[in-house]
Every structure is written in structure tokens, then in C-alpha cells.
């Protein structure tokens, strides 16, 4: 996960087949979606 934090300019979170965020990288790491399903929420 930091690799892809570090190195995008934009990022899609896809959780079993459905997109669950899309920005950039630090807003995406803030939606509660992905944090509850990849950070551990």
C-alpha cells in the first residue's frame, strides 16, 4: 500500500470487483470504505 501511496498521482480502490474510492492518494487513504476493507478500520 505505501508503495502505490508514494508513487501515484491517482489512485481507483477496487473491492471484489466494485470501485470503492478514486483520487488522490491521500484521499483516498482517508475514505472509510478502504480503510475498513485494506487498513484495518
Keep these: 500500500m505505501n508503495v502505490v501511496m508514494n508513487r501515484c498521482d491517482w489512485v481507483i480502490v477496487m473491492h471484489q470487483g466494485r470501485r470503492i ?3 488522490p492518494p491521500e484521499t483516498v ?6 480503510i475498513e476493507s485494506y487498513l484495518g478500520g
Design 29 to 34: 487513504k482517508a475514505d472509510p470504505a478502504v
Design 21 to 23: 474510492a478514486e483520487g
